[in-house]
C-alpha cells in the first residue's frame, strides 16, 4: 500500500522528466543542422544524415532502456540515465569543432563526413535519451490491464516535448542563445532533473524504512 | 469603321504576344522550382514563384553580352581595387551571367564557378549559354565545403564573389565571422571579396558588423533603389577617390559594351570608413550564432 502510494506521487515527476527528455532530443536535432553546416554544408543528405543517426540511436535507446528496466528499475537509477544523459551531451559543446575537423579532413564526400560526424557527435548522447521513454513505463505501470493507456500517456507527453522542443529551439532559441549556450543548458536541466529524481528516492527510501521499522516495533 | 477593328484586334494579339511571358523550361530541384521564362527579348532564370522579385538572372536574348541586372553591373566595382583578376571565384552561379562576362573581360582568367544546385547549372548550360573550358570550371558544392577545401590545397583567388542569396533564402554558415575569415584567407595579396547580399533591418546591422570584424572597414556599393547592396572588401588599404577615377577612365570603355557605365556605378561607393550606419556594439554573426534568416525578417 505504502509503496504504491510513493508510485503515485511521484509520477507527475516521470511524465516531466520524459517531456524534457523529448524536448532535449529535438532541440539537439534541430541544432545538429547548425552545428554540421561549416564543415559540412546546408545540402539536403545533411539532414538525411542527422535524421539517420537520431532515428538509429532511439531505436537502440528503446531496445537498451527496455532491457535496463528488467533489472531493479527504480526512480534512482532512472535519475542516473538523465545525468548520464546530462554529461554525454556535453562534447557537442566542448569538442564538436575538432571532432568534425578531422573527419572533414580523412573524408572527402560531404555526404559520408555529415554521417561520420553525426554519429560522432549524436550517437551515444541520443541513445541514452531514447532509454528513458522504455523505462518510463516500467516506472509507471503498475496495473496490466492500464498499460497501454498509460503508454500511450507516456508518448504523448514526451513527444509533445519534442514538438515544443522543435519549435522553441528553432523560432526563439537560435535567435536568444549561441548554440553552445543552448547545448550547456539542455545539459544543465537534464542533469538537475537526474538529480532530484535520485533525491526523491533517497528520501522516500528513508521514509519508508523508518515506517517499515515503526512497524516491526 | 470595321478597319479600325481589325487595327485594335490586330494591336491587342500582338501586345499580347509580345508581353505574355512564356515559360520555356521547369523543374522542380532538390532546392527550389526553377523557371526559365521568356518575355519578349528578355530571358530570366526564376525560383519558387513567378514574380519579377525572384529573379535570378536575366539576358536579352538579341545582345546576350549586355548585362540587364543593376547589381551585376554594381559587382564591377571590383575591378576599380583590382583590374587584373587573374584566378576568379563564383560562389553562386545563377544563370552564369557573371562566368560569361568575365571570360569576355579576361580570356585567359581562371574561373571557378561554385553551385550547390546541379540543376541550376544545367540550365545555365542550356537556356543561358553559360560558357565552360579548360580555364572556366564549375563544380557542384556548398559554397563553406569548397572555401575550407580550397584552403587545405593552399589556393589563391585574386577576386572572389559571393552571390549565393537568393533573394529569399539566405544560407546562415555562409554569413558568420569564420566563414569570411575562410574566405580572407583565400585571397591573394591584391584580392578582393565582394559579396552581392539583400540584407534589409535588423540583419543589415548584423551583416554589416561581421564583415567589419574580419575586414576592416569596408565599401558598399548600392544604388538606393532597392534592399540589394554590393559590399566591397580587401586584404589591401582601400584606394583613395583619385585612384579609383584614374581606374574608372581606364575601364570605361572596356566595360561600355556589357551596358555598365562604370562613373555612375563608381558614384554608388560610399565608405563605412566615412558612413557607419549601424551601431559599433552591434553583435556579429558567427557559427554559433547565425540566425540570419530570422534577423532578415525583424
Same mark, same amino acid.
Given at each position: 500500500m505504502q509503496n504504491n502510494q510513493n508510485v503515485k506521487s511521484h509520477n507527475p515527476l516521470i511524465?516531466?522528466?520524459?517531456?524534457?527528455?523529448?524536448?532535449?532530443i529535438m532541440g539537439i536535432e534541430l541544432l545538429g543542422g547548425r552545428i554540421l553546416a561549416p564543415f559540412f554544408g546546408s545540402s539536403v543528405h545533411i539532414w538525411g544524415s542527422i535524421i539517420t543517426v537520431f532515428m538509429l540511436s532511439l531505436s537502440f535507446g528503446y531496445l537498451i532502456g527496455g532491457k535496463l528496466s528488467t533489472k531493479n528499475a527504480s526512480l534512482s537509477r532512472y535519475g542516473l540515465i538523465f545525468i548520464l544523459a546530462g554529461v554525454m551531451v556535453l562534447p557537442i559543446a566542448l569538442w564538436s569543432s575538432h571532432i568534425m575537423e578531422s573527419i572533414f579532413l580523412v573524408i572527402e564526400d560531404s555526404r559520408y563526413g555529415s554521417l561520420v560526424a553525426s554519429m560522432a557527435l549524436f550517437f551515444i548522447p541520443t541513445v541514452i535519451l531514447g532509454m528513458i521513454s522504455p523505462y518510463s513505463v516500467r516506472l509507471l505501470v503498475t496495473d496490466k490491464e492500464k498499460s497501454g493507456q498509460i503508454a500511450g500517456k507516456l508518448y504523448f507527453v514526451s513527444t509533445l516535448g519534442s514538438a515544443i522542443g522543435t519549435i522553441v529551439t528553432s523560432f526563439y532559441f537560435v535567435l536568444l542563445f549561441e548554440v553552445n549556450q543552448i547545448i550547456y543548458t539542455f545539459s544543465v536541466i537534464l542533469t538537475l532533473l537526474g538529480l532530484s529524481a535520485v533525491m526523491i528516492y533517497k528520501y522516500q527510501q528513508k521514509n519508508s524504512t523508518s515506517m517499515a521499522g515503526a512497524v516491526h516495533e | 469603321?470595321? !478597319?479600325?477593328?481589325?487595327?485594335i484586334l490586330l494591336a491587342f494579339t500582338l501586345f499580347t504576344a509580345f508581353t505574355q511571358a512564356k515559360v520555356i523550361h521547369q523543374e522542380r530541384s532538390l532546392y527550389r522550382n526553377i523557371l526559365v521564362e521568356d518575355n519578349q527579348n528578355r530571358r530570366c532564370l526564376k525560383f519558387n514563384v513567378k514574380t519579377s522579385a525572384n529573379n535570378q538572372s536575366c539576358l536579352y536574348k538579341d545582345d546576350p553580352q549586355r548585362l540587364v541586372?543593376?547589381?551585376?553591373?554594381?559587382?564591377?566595382?571590383?575591378l576599380l581595387l583590382n583590374n587584373d583578376p587573374k584566378?576568379?571565384?563564383i560562389i553562386g552561379l545563377g544563370g552564369g551571367t557573371m562566368s560569361n562576362t568575365l571570360h569576355t573581360l579576361y580570356p585567359q582568367a581562371v574561373i571557378q564557378n561554385v553551385e550547390i544546385d546541379p540543376a541550376v547549372i544545367k540550365v545555365a548550360r542550356k537556356?543561358?549559354?553559360?560558357?565552360?573550358n579548360e580555364l572556366i570550371t564549375s563544380k557542384v558544392q556548398d559554397g563553406r565545403i569548397f572555401v575550407k577545401r580550397a584552403a587545405l590545397k593552399k589556393q589563391k583567388y585574386d577576386w572572389i564573389i559571393l552571390d549565393a542569396f537568393n533573394g529569399e533564402y539566405i544560407p546562415e554558415h555562409l554569413l558568420t565571422v569564420e566563414f569570411l575569415q575562410e574566405t580572407k584567407a583565400l585571397l591573394s595579396e591584391n584580392g578582393i571579396l565582394s559579396a552581392n547580399t539583400f540584407s534589409s533591418s535588423e540583419l543589415y546591422k548584423h551583416e554589416s558588423a561581421t564583415y567589419k570584424a574580419v575586414f576592416g572597414h569596408f565599401l558598399n556599393i548600392s544604388n538606393g533603389k532597392n534592399t540589394n547592396r554590393i559590399i566591397l572588401t580587401s586584404?589591401?588599404?582601400?584606394?583613395?577617390?583619385?585612384?579609383?577615377? !584614374?581606374?574608372?577612365?581606364?575601364?570605361?570603355?572596356?566595360?561600355k559594351p556589357f551596358g555598365i557605365d562604370i562613373f555612375e556605378v563608381a558614384s554608388y561607393i560610399t565608405s563605412t570608413k566615412d558612413t557607419q550606419d549601424w551601431p559599433e556594439d552591434t553583435k556579429v554573426l558567427t557559427d554559433q550564432y547565425s540566425p540570419a534568416n530570422l534577423l532578415n525578417e525583424k
Open positions: 511524465y516531466l522528466l520524459a517531456f524534457y527528455s523529448g524536448f532535449c | 469603321m470595321s !478597319n479600325i477593328i481589325k487595327v541586372f543593376n547589381y551585376t553591373k554594381l559587382l564591377f566595382s571590383s584566378r576568379i571565384l537556356y543561358f549559354d553559360f560558357f565552360e586584404k589591401q588599404t582601400l584606394p583613395s577617390d583619385d585612384i579609383i577615377e !584614374n581606374r574608372a577612365k581606364e575601364l570605361s570603355s572596356k566595360l
